[in-house]
């Protein structure tokens, strides 16, 4: 594991490896749940410094539901436009907060959690859910690790 907040080759070739392990991983599969499910462990064990990782899934138009994930109980649904996840998935952005506390609307599943990036999952145009990652420490998130998450949801996304 490294730590992400450093900008360094290991930092990329470390994404990169988890990008790979994760196409392997999910090759054959179309289990959505399964898919996910493993998705989080994988991304749970790779990175330093997080207490939630997961997945919110569109279930309803314009709502998400709780899927699979990694940490303590979390909040089930999430209307579009509200909190990170819901931005994140409205706008079909990936969103990166340093501090929760100074995010407008921000919903608080876990109250160690201070930083915090989403990735929304995107098919055909569609969100089709988000991957969203929490840490107690803020400004965990980089540019980097923005640029390699997503580059995961778009494997994860051909494996869906």
């Known amino acids: 594991m490294f730590q992400s907040s450093t900008y360094s080759d290991n930092q990329e070739k470390a994404y990169t490896l988890l990008n790979k392990q994760l196409d392997a991983l999910l090759e054959g599969e179309t289990d959505q749940v399964a898919n ?4 989080s462990a994988l991304l749970n064990q790779f990175l330093n410094d997080v207490n939630w990782v997961g997945f919110y899934v569109t279930k309803e138009e314009q709502k998400l539901i709780l899927g699979p994930f990694q940490g303590m ?3 089930v649904h ?6 990170v996840c819901g931005t994140a998935a409205a706008k079909q952005e ?22 915090e990036i ?17 840490s107690p420490s803020l400004e965990r ?3 980097e690790d923005e640029k390699y998450l ?3 949801a778009e494997i994860l996304v051909k494996h869906l």
């Open 36 to 39: 996910l499910a493993n998705a």
């Open 78 to 83: 999430i209307d579009f436009g509200k909190g």
């Open 141 to 143: 998130f980089n540019e």
């Open 150 to 152: 997503q580059q995961f």
């Open 94 to 115: 990936t969103i990166r907060v340093a501090d929760v506390h100074q995010f407008p609307g921000h919903i608080a599943c876990d109250a160690a959690s201070r930083s």
């Open 118 to 134: 989403v990735v929304p999952l995107i098919k055909d145009g569609k969100t089709i859910g988000v991957l969203d990652i929490d």
């Open 73 to 75: 109980p979390a909040c």
